[in-house]
């Protein structure tokens, strides 16, 4: 069965670090890319940063550019999402998602993924 979960969450002040990890489980990583999302109470989930099976290509949105990194280790079946300088609006249940092939025109198109992690929450406050 294919399986995703997140962990890393939890609270911390503004301009704190948090790394979340995404492992996933059921079948081979290099086979898949990964996005992370994130919601928050009463909005939309928000495509923030995905890349593609080998990790080569990896892609930022404009909210979380310059202070988020994603990586992943193929080898360990896990991605990771270094989060760095957050602010309060960061705060969110964020989620990693898989699908079989990253298209440039629609990366964070959620009906793209097939399957999603049960998400962990990230909160941000003083």
């Known amino acids: 069965q294919l399986q995703l979960v997140e962990s890393g969450g939890g609270s911390v002040q503004p301009g704190g670090s948090l790394t979340l990890s995404c492992t996933v489980s059921g079948f081979s990583l290099d086979t898949y890319a990964i996005g992370w999302f994130r919601q928050a109470p009463g909005k939309e989930r928000e495509g923030i940063s995905c890349?593609?099976?080998?990790?080569?290509?990896?892609n930022y949105s404009d909210s979380v550019k310059g202070r988020f990194t994603m990586s992943r280790d193929n080898p360990k079946n896990t991605v990771y999402l270094q989060m760095n300088s957050l602010k309060p609006e960061d705060t969110a249940v964020y989620y990693c998602?898989?699908?079989?092939?990253?298209?440039?025109?629609?990366?964070?198109?959620?009906?793209?993924?097939?399957?999603w992690g049960q998400g962990t929450q990230v909160t941000v406050s003083s």
């Open positions: 890349n593609n099976r080998r990790g080569g290509v990896t």
């Open positions: 998602a898989a699908r079989r092939f990253l298209n440039s025109g629609s990366y964070y198109n959620t009906n793209e993924y097939d399957f």
